[in-house]
């Protein structure tokens, strides 16, 4: 059975293995020009001046390649899903080849364990293989610059992709047993991908633990913008909101000041003002992953058990 | 006699229609026999309960001595050719031919490359490429070096051209002969049964009308024609299968063991094929069929 499953994906594997292949060999060599780039930026040493103009210049370099890398690593898990989840068995069910192979001398149940491993090892192996170099790839950027944490980093990176590779691959799994056509159990696993997703980022993994808050008061430096003081929110971190509060304790959008507002002389017009930030720490990075992934494996288990389920009670 | 397969009140429902209700057969050991019934008279249905693609809802069915149950053990003793023959359009010949062996224990790969070469197929050759009867014979092929002890095929020929037809079914013949199993094998087409069953199993409408040796169906079929009389008068051993009447004269077919003595019937003979029309023909018109498998039950 093991040589069936891989003699029927054998071409997809080959071209999937292929591309990430070629990807690998130019985001080896890319990843190591940014880490050469990022040491000679001055980006890790710079403490003083503008040190915003020096982060920009190191995030210019290949922009376009990380623009085009992110959606990509982000919908892959998707893309897995849909296209070896969902046809497993809905192919099997469409054509009619389920009553070649359900005939021959190998139980259903080993069937489709035999498939579910190989093609879903497959899976999992190439997303896992995938996520480590973009992961490795997006390093200097995600230590100098945005957080891995926030989304959409947070699923682009180490264990998330392959944990979103489970759950896709498995709701396809059994989205092809219900529904036992390939198309419909395809577009199935779309709208699942997306919706699970927005539960998952707006919902589940922002509150896998009470956010902490912090309020600094507004405060005016002789130049330049205001500032905040407390603690200081690092890139590590995960911001999940912002107010800002009036001295009346109001939340407020913005502050207007002109020019000639008698406050500009004496650096007061912020005076009262306060901003309060929640926000995950970057500790909590690691515990969020293996949560997450918690979440989604456990679903996908429990979605291939329904699937083997529903094979072997009911007829075809 | 033993049974091959066995079934008794065996019944399918799907949702709230029955596709197979209350049928009792049974297939002798070492047969080749015939399923023959119009479309939707539930012979898929009944196959597929003896493959073990479907389970039943009622009643029970054995297959050389077991319950078709998807146990490995079991689907090793069946090989099943299904309705159009699935195959892996992506596969090769070669392919299938490995799969077989590794998806069967009892794979006999020397018979299976044996009928490749006999059939000119190309291995290389994608299953897909090939013409309907070359993928029918492919599947035959599968089917047979698996050596199961019951060879079941559903419609097997029906999509194939004459020709590919023919081909199939000497095919089965000589595979028959040489390795020795029993066979069920189900069309709508009594013509491409008479040529290799030695058994008929008449299906209509879920029921079972008849089911006999080949040979005893047209030694005791006689169509009897005569002035027009009430059929109620004949001989309690005569059994009507089916009559017509028009104003001075009746016709009909019947079913007895005893030669026709009336000198008023002009008696003739029947094809298999006739014999089957006139079975077929009972759907619904309960009362002679009923008495008529009960004496089949019976017998």
Known sequence: MTWLSWRQLRTQAVAVYG???????????????????????????????????????????????????????????????????????ARELESGTYRLAWTQSVSRTRWLATKVAVVGLAGLAVTGLFSLLVTWWSSP?????????????????????????????????????????????????????????????????????????????????????PVVTGR????????????????????????????????????????????????????????????????????????????????????? | MTAALEAAGLGKRFGKRWA???????????????????????????????????????GSIT???GTPDGRPA??????????????????????????????????????????????????????????????????LTLAVAKRPEVLILDEPVASLDPLARRDFLSSLMELVTEHGMTVL??????ADLERVCDHLVVLVASRVQVASDVDELLATHRRISGPRRELSTLPADQQVIEASHTDRQTTAIIRTAQPIHDPAWSVTELTLEDIVLAYMAHRGDGQPVRRQLAEVRAS
């Open chain 1, 141 to 225: 950027n995600d230590t100098v610059s945005h957080s891995r944490f926030s989304p959409p980093y947070f699923d682009e990176r180490n264990l998330m992709p392959v944990a979103w590779a489970a759950f896709t691959f498995a709701f396809g799994v059994l989205a092809g047993v219900l529904i036992r056509r390939t198309l419909p159990a395809m577009a199935a696993t779309l709208v699942a991908y997306i919706g699970a997703k927005i539960v998952m980022t707006a919902w589940i993994i922002p509150n896998l633990a009470t956010p902490l808050k912090v309020t600094g008061a507004l405060k005016a430096p002789e130049d330049g913008p």
């Open chain 2, 74 to 139: 079991q689907l090793a003793k069946v090989g099943f050719v299904a309705q159009d023959t699935p195959t892996y359009a992506q596969l090769t010949v070669a392919d299938h031919l490995r799969l077989g062996a590794h998806l069967n224990p009892g794979w006999d790969a020397a018979l299976a490359g044996r009928r490749i070469d006999q059939l000119g197929l190309d291995p290389k050759q994608k299953a897909g490429k090939l013409s309907g009867g070359q993928r029918a014979q492919l599947a």
């Open chain 2, 63 to 65: 297959v050389a001595g």
């Open chain 1, 19 to 89: 591309l990430l292949a070629a990807l690998a060999v130019l985001l080896l060599i890319t990843g190591n020009d940014l880490r050469h780039l990022l040491a000679r930026s001055g980006v890790l040493t710079c403490d003083s001046g503008d040190c915003g103009t020096v982060l920009d210049a190191f995030n210019a370099h290949y922009k376009v390649l990380r623009s085009i890398l992110g959606p990509i690593i982000y919908i892959f898990p998707g893309i897995l899903g849909i296209f070896w989840g969902a046809p497993l068995v």
């Open chain 2, 185 to 190: 094998l189900s069309s709508h087409l009594v």
């Open chain 1, 232 to 316: 200081r929110i690092g890139p590590s971190d995960w911001v999940v909101s912002q107010v800002l509060h009036g001295p009346d304790g109001r939340a407020v959008h913005d502050i207007r000041i002109t020019p000639d507002d008698p406050c500009a002389r004496t650096h007061a017009c912020f005076d009262g003002f306060t901003q309060t930030t929640t926000f995950h720490p970057g500790s909590r990075y690691w515990p969020f992953q293996w949560e997450s992934t918690g979440i989604l494996v456990g679903l996908a288990a429990a979605m291939l058990a329904a699937a083997f389920l529903v094979l072997r009670r009911r007829a075809a």
């Open chain 2, 20 to 58: 197979l209700q209350d049928c009792t057969v049974a297939v002798p050991t070492g047969s080749i026999c015939g399923l023959v019934g119009p479309n939707g008279a539930g012979k898929t249905t009944l196959i597929q309960l003896a493959v073990g693609l479907l389970a039943p809802t009622a």
